[in-house]
């Protein structure tokens, strides 16, 4: 694989996740959750050939609580 593969690949890695952090964001919105620090580990980035990870960041204990809820709720739903 030539450099310019490989950056490619590296490129198309980074969007994916940036892609990925966007629909998390959305679905999160549409149930009433927002994770303020949501957002692709920068240091999984760094170098060559990257791998990025996505950072859920922190929340505060309100965020955690509707969390919870939602992934309940959501359990409940499939369990029936």
């Given at each position: 694989?030539t450099?310019?593969?490989?950056?490619r690949?590296?490129?198309?890695?980074?969007?994916?996740?940036?892609?990925?952090?966007e629909?998390?964001?959305?679905g999160?919105?549409?149930?009433?959750?927002?994770?303020?620090?949501?957002?692709i580990?920068?240091?999984s980035?760094?170098?060559?050939?990257?791998?990025?990870?996505?950072d859920?960041?922190?929340?505060?204990?309100?965020?955690?609580?509707?969390l919870?809820?939602?992934?309940?709720?959501?359990?409940?739903?499939?369990?029936?």
């Amino acid at each position: 694989m030539t450099a310019t593969e490989r950056r490619r690949a590296a490129a198309g890695r980074v969007r994916v996740a940036e892609d990925a952090v966007e629909r998390l964001r959305d679905g999160l919105a549409r149930v009433g959750v927002k994770l303020p620090s949501l957002r692709i580990d920068p240091v999984s980035c760094a170098g060559n050939e990257p791998s990025p990870l996505v950072d859920l960041g922190c929340c505060n204990l309100d965020t955690a609580q509707r969390l919870s809820e939602v992934l309940e709720e959501n359990a409940a739903d499939h369990d029936r």
